[in-house]
C-alpha cells in the first residue's frame, strides 16, 4: 500500500510561489495517476492537477491553469506542484492523492483517488 506524505506548505504573499512536495512509500508509484486536490474553509475538496504515469498527460483547474505545474519522478517516488503567482484564493489545505484508474479521461474526480495524504496549508496574504 502506497503511502502519501505532503511537505512545503506554508504562509506567503500573493504573487509568491511554493513548491509542494509528496513523497510516496512503501511501494513504487510508477503506475499510478497522482493527483493534488485542495480544500479551503467551508467548501468542498476540489481538483487542482494530476499527472499519469506516462508523462506529458498532465491536466489542471481552469484558475490554476498557466500558474501551476505538476511534475513527477517516479525513480524517486515524489511528486511535486510548483506553484507561481499565488492569490490569496488559493490559501486551502492541499493534499496529494494516487489513483490506480487509467484510461484517457481527465483524472479529475475525487473519488477516483484511493490513496490520500494528510495534507500541508498553503495560506496566501493579499
Known amino acids: 500500500q502506497v503511502q502519501l506524505v505532503e511537505s512545503g506548505g506554508g504562509l506567503v504573499q500573493a504573487g509568491g510561489s511554493l513548491r509542494l512536495t509528496c513523497a510516496a512509500s512503501?511501494?513504487?508509484?510508477?503506475?499510478?495517476?497522482m493527483g493534488w486536490f485542495r480544500q479551503a474553509p467551508g467548501k468542498e475538496r476540489e481538483f487542482v492537477a494530476a499527472?499519469?504515469?506516462?508523462?506529458?498527460?498532465?491536466y489542471y483547474a481552469d484558475s490554476v491553469k498557466g500558474r501551476f505545474t505538476i511534475s513527477r519522478d517516479n525513480a524517486e517516488n515524489m511528486v511535486y506542484l510548483q506553484m507561481d503567482s499565488l492569490k490569496p484564493e488559493d490559501t486551502a489545505v492541499y493534499y496529494c492523492?494516487?489513483?490506480?484508474?487509467?484510461?484517457?479521461?481527465?483524472?479529475?474526480?475525487?473519488?477516483?483517488?484511493?490513496?490520500w495524504g494528510q495534507g500541508t496549508q498553503v495560506t496566501v496574504s493579499s
Open positions: 492523492a494516487a489513483s490506480a484508474i487509467g484510461g484517457s479521461n481527465t483524472p479529475k474526480y475525487i473519488h477516483w483517488y484511493g490513496i
Open positions: 512503501a511501494r513504487s508509484i510508477s503506475s499510478y495517476t
Open positions: 499527472a499519469r504515469w506516462n508523462l506529458p498527460n498532465t
